[in-house]
């Protein structure tokens, strides 16, 4: 386990809702995702201001900084600047905005109120939010941008050097700590060598899982040579997709899959030795 807290727990604080001038609202990228000016502007044409809601803002020293509900704050901006067409009312009636603002909280405890607020809607993707933690300085996510930039990958894209998957390589992370998913890249490295489908987060998690349980017995380098011998990378999954769904005749949850890759990497450890041999749990169990 890796012992160290990654919650997005925020420290009590104030909040309170007042009336802001939406006009004197700012933003910053590291606690949230990019403005998208194109779709504030589509907004801001479209506005009804009793379906506005309430924008969440931070309280910070050199002023107000929106946290969730960006495009709607910058929506209003627009229409009272009058590069929106809408009627004389709706300006008049954002001129000022009814806000929930926060006060008292670090850059990564903005980050984290982001993603609580947006984690349930999925109005958030895995990328944006691992981008706004690594930018905010949140554990979770610099501690993993520590382990990817150490072997050079980046997320998002499907290259030699692209991983895809980051709730999965998070949820290592997570279980096991930083240690954990360094030792797995290289071991995946070791065996298939850089491709894309060497950064698969199912077969990292089925790496990691093993050596995290089994350390005392398996040799990272030697699991590295027994996972080669199983075929490159998607054959592997493949074999652990065909586990998760026992012949594609079940669906395969996210833990099924993960318990899937456990017994594959184990049973690659095993092949038909009789000493040192790793227990191979019930995938049905």
């Given at each position: 386990m890796s012992g160290k807290d990654y919650s997005y727990d925020i420290p009590d604080h104030p909040i309170e809702y007042i009336?802001?001038?939406?006009?004197?609202?700012?933003?910053?990228?590291?606690?949230?995702?990019n403005l998208n000016k194109a779709r504030a502007q589509a907004i801001a044409e479209k506005l009804v201001p009793t379906a506005l809601g309430t924008p969440i803002l931070s309280q910070r020293e050199?002023?107000?900084?929106?946290?969730?509900?960006?495009?709607?704050?910058?929506?209003?901006?627009?229409?009272?600047?009058?590069?929106?067409?809408?009627?004389?009312?709706v300006r008049k009636a954002v001129r000022t905005i009814t806000c929930e603002v926060h006060s008292d909280l670090s850059m990564p405890n903005e980050a984290s109120l982001f993603i609580i607020k947006n984690k349930e809607s999925s109005k958030?993707?895995?990328?944006?939010?691992?981008?706004?933690?690594?930018?905010?300085?949140?554990?979770?996510?610099?501690?993993?941008?520590?382990?990817?930039?150490k072997h050079q990958l980046k997320v998002g894209s499907r290259?030699?050097?692209?991983?895809?998957?980051?709730?999965?390589?998070?949820?290592?992370?997570?279980?096991?700590?930083?240690?954990?998913?360094?030792?797995?890249?290289?071991?995946?490295?070791?065996?298939?060598?850089?491709?894309?489908?060497?950064?698969?987060?199912?077969?990292?998690?089925?790496?990691?899982?093993?050596?995290?349980?089994?350390?005392?017995v398996v040799k990272p380098?030697?699991?590295?040579?027994?996972?080669?011998?199983?075929?490159?990378?998607?054959?592997?999954?493949?074999?652990?997709?065909?586990?998760?769904t026992n012949g594609n005749?079940?669906?395969?949850g996210t833990k099924g899959r993960l318990k899937a890759a456990h017994i594959a990497v184990a049973s690659a450890w095993n092949g038909t030795r009789r000493i040192n041999r790793l227990p191979i749990p019930n995938i049905f169990e």
């Open positions: 009336k802001v001038d939406p006009v004197t609202i700012k933003f910053d990228p590291r606690a949230q995702r050199d002023g107000l900084y929106a946290v969730d509900g960006m495009h709607r704050v910058y929506a209003c901006q627009l229409i009272l600047s009058g590069k929106a067409s809408v009627s004389a009312d958030v993707g895995a990328n944006d939010e691992f981008r706004i933690g690594v930018l905010a300085g949140h554990p979770l996510f610099e501690d993993t941008n520590d382990v990817l930039e290259t030699v050097n692209g991983l895809r998957g980051i709730k999965g390589i998070l949820s290592i992370v997570v279980e096991y700590g930083p240690e954990s998913l360094d030792q797995a890249l290289t071991i995946a490295e070791d065996a298939w060598g850089r491709t894309p489908d060497t950064w698969d987060s199912v077969i990292l998690g089925g790496i990691a899982t093993v050596m995290s349980r089994h350390s005392d380098k030697v699991l590295a040579e027994r996972l080669a011998r199983q075929g490159n990378p998607v054959t592997f999954r493949q074999k652990i997709h065909n586990l998760a005749t079940r669906a395969d």
